[in-house]
């Protein structure tokens, strides 16, 4: 298993790469999910890694830059991938290959034990949105 920067825009384009980051997403679609690939391509500060294993994609993380900080916006591994350290090991190989002090994160509940499991630490917030309120979590790991 291997983690790399990934520059094949066809597949971050793809909707075999939508399969694996709409969990990452609410309410994906296809077509909100290329037009946010799009967006981050066309931004130099977020860089797109994928985990592969046996020539196979079955991870990826997109990372967003600033300085020594940098914000995990999103981070998902195949459905038939999950549970099996994939998403840790994106975090690990990632924290190793990049100059960055301080990773962060946005969570809810569903999400919060994994990155305990890598070691973030964590701040409860309540969030009020127009359909109600939402326990997000903000995770931060220090290099």
Not at 52 to 60: A, D, Q
Not at 63 to 68: A, R, T, W
Request: with cysteine; aromatic share 10%.
């Amino acid at each position: 298993m291997k983690t790399v920067l990934c520059s094949d825009r066809d597949w971050l384009l793809s909707e075999e790469a939508f399969l694996i980051y709409a969990s990452c997403m609410y309410h994906p679609t296809y077509e909100e999910y290329k037009a946010q690939m799009e967006d981050y391509l066309h931004d130099s500060s977020v860089k797109v890694f994928v985990c592969e294993n046996r020539g196979k994609r079955i991870g990826m993380m997109v990372l967003k830059s600033s300085g020594v900080a940098a914000e995990i916006i999103g981070i998902a591994v195949s459905d038939n991938a999950r549970h099996k350290g994939i998403g840790k090991e994106l975090i690990q190989s990632v924290i190793k290959s990049e100059e960055i002090e301080r990773f962060k994160a946005q969570t809810d509940d569903g999400s919060i034990g994994f990155y305990r499991k890598c070691g973030f630490s964590e701040e409860k917030t309540v969030v009020e949105y127009s359909d109600g309120s939402a326990v997000r979590y903000n995770c931060v790991l220090y290099k």
